[in-house]
Structure formats: C-alpha cells, structure tokens
C-alpha cells in the first residue's frame, strides 16, 4: 500500500486507542501523513440492542440466507442507513428491503438495463442520487433521491440507473421469469400463519415460515400484507 493510504476503515470502538496508535507508529516510522480520510462506521443494532451471543441476536449472511433472505437484500438493507449513524436490524426491516430491492428490479426490467459500472454520459433524473453519494457518502438519502424518480424513468436512464446500482453495489433483478402457479397446500399454509401473526402467536407463525421454506416457498411480510414467492434452489 505505500507509506501513505487514501481510505482507512473500521469501528466507531476503534477511533481510540487502536487508529491513533497506527497513526502515531506509521508517521512516526515513516515521517509522512499515515491516511487521508478515515471511514468510522457506528454499530449495528438488533431489534434496539447490542448484537451479541448472550443475547441469543447475532445473525450471520448465513442466518440471514436460512431465513429465505438473499445477501443482496442484506445489502440493501445495510444501505438504507447512514454509516455514520447505528442501523437497528430487524426481520421486518429485511422483508421491507425485499420490496424496495423488487422495485428496483421492476424498473430495471422495464427499462431492459444492462449491468454495466461505466459512468453515464449525463445523470439526468438520476443526479440527486448521485448528489447525495457525493455527499459523505448518504446512501439513505441517494436510494431516497433513487425512489422519488424510479416510476418516470425511461429508456434514456438506462446507463445512468446501471451506473448507480454498481455504485451501490447492487445487482437487480432483470430476466423476465414466468408466474409460478402457488399449491394449494402452500396457500393453506400461508393463510394460517397470516392468523397466527394476527393472534400475536410469533412462534406458530416462525414454525410455519420454516414450513413454507421446506416447501420452497418464502413469505415476505409487508406493510400491505404477506405475499409468496418461489425459492430459487
């Protein structure tokens, strides 16, 4: 890396003491500026406390994939708060950055977007949310900016919304898949777990989430109800 770095991240736990001894061992060393900007991330909360094991709330990309979530709706999720400020996890919250992620690729769908990190030739619609990344990096308010256009994009956003979502590091979803017929017992199943969630009875509607998922099929949850969709094996 050189004497000197352009991007140091790490914890807001390690600003003191752990990066002011880097600084003072590396310059003291070499006798040149250590790293130019340092990226402090504040901590991740889970339904408003401490992640920990004694708490029985640490999660892993793994956890997070057995409960049917993919790791680009963890990402999403991750996004849709400023890394400067704590992000609260909860399952709901996952199931929320599903459908924002799912518009995303709606959109992308629509406008036949092609992967692609080039910049465009001009942002257009799309320059706010650039704006916003621009500024200390905020990727809440950039996603905001993304979603306050996402329905009058048209072809000419094409690149530019390719562009963004390789800046965010997202990959939407953009083949066109044919609607999957939902057995009936699956249907059985879904409803009942809709009234167990409506009688507050958490570890029935858990025990058939799992169900569902044996039988491949997801519930995701949401402010306008539960709605199923097929596990991709």
């Known amino acids: 890396l050189g004497t000197g770095i352009d991007l140091h991240s790490g914890g807001i736990d390690l600003i003191f003491p752990h990066h002011e001894n880097e600084i003072a061992q590396s310059e003291c060393a070499t006798g040149e500026l250590f790293v130019r900007h340092w990226f402090h991330v504040a901590h991740l909360t889970v339904d408003r406390q401490k992640m920990s094991k004694s708490l029985g709330n640490l999660y892993t990309v793994d956890d997070v994939v057995a409960r049917g979530f993919t790791p680009m709706e963890l990402r999403y999720l991750l996004l849709s708060g400023h890394y400067r400020k704590p992000l609260n996890f909860t399952w709901d919250s996952l199931g929320a950055a599903r459908s924002a992620l799912g518009q995303i690729s709606a959109t992308a769908r629509r406008l036949a977007v092609v992967p692609n990190g080039d910049p465009p030739a001009a942002w ?34 094409a690149p530019a919304l390719a562009a963004l979502l390789y800046a965010f590091g997202l990959q939407a979803e953009v083949a066109v898949e044919p609607p999957v017929e939902i057995p009936a017992e699956v249907r059985q199943l879904a409803e009942a777990r809709q009234a167990a969630r409506a009688a507050r009875d958490w570890a029935e509607s858990d025990r058939i989430r799992d169900e569902l998922l044996r039988l491949g099929w997801r519930a995701l949850d949401g402010k306008s109800g539960t709605t199923l969709e097929p596990v991709k094996r």
């Open 124 to 157: 257009g619609r799309l320059g706010g949310a650039v704006a916003a990344l621009e500024d200390d990096l905020n990727t809440p308010k950039a996603l905001g900016e993304l979603f306050t256009v996402l329905d009058q994009l048209d072809a000419e956003d």
